[in-house]
């Protein structure tokens, strides 16, 4: 995580489990860790509002803690989870997308039609991505194209079970 948009410069908690997020790039989000904080043990000390209150910027901005090598979540998370909370697409799903194909960045750069720079731009978080490039990801995923030439039309119910073995 070496990219300066991960990077915090200010942190500041509020009320219901949320956080207000400055990042180094002049970004201010915020984001709801309630949902967080009531399905993940680790998470639980959060409960306390008062602990939650006590949040800071970790070391380096990298983090936001509260108790020091402890309870803290990263800050290129926390930026994502903002995202996509906030209805964009945050960049993690292209690392997840990437992984699931299997493919390099180069092919995954082909198969969606960008260049490899682009796509190492949406999968850093250094720029958003498209809500079309991501349907593109989806649809690659439910058509799975061998070759160089797209299918006609989505698969059917068998196609698509054939296409995506249990």
Request: proline share 5%; with cysteine; hydrophobic share 40%.
């Amino acid at each position: 995580m070496s990219k300066d948009h991960f990077v915090l410069t200010a942190v500041q908690a509020l009320p219901n489990c949320c956080l207000r997020l400055r990042y180094e790039d002049g970004k201010t989000m915020e984001v709801d860790l309630s949902e967080r904080v009531r399905s993940t043990i680790f998470l639980a000390p959060l409960n306390d509002a008062a602990l939650f209150s006590k949040a800071k910027l970790g070391f380096g901005g990298r983090s936001v803690d509260w108790i020091e090598d402890e309870l803290d979540l990263g800050s290129d998370n926390l930026r994502h989870l903002a995202t996509e909370q906030a209805g964009g697409i945050g960049h993690e799903r292209i690392w997840t997308w990437l992984h699931d194909t299997g493919m390099t960045l180069e092919q995954a750069a082909q198969a969606l039609g960008i260049s490899r720079r682009m796509l190492i731009y949406y999968r850093d978080g250094e720029k958003a991505i498209p809500r079309a490039i991501w349907l593109a990801c989806l649809g690659w995923l439910a058509v799975r194209p061998q070759g160089k030439h797209l299918p006609l039309h989505p698969p059917s119910a068998r196609e698509y079970a054939a296409l995506h073995p249990a």
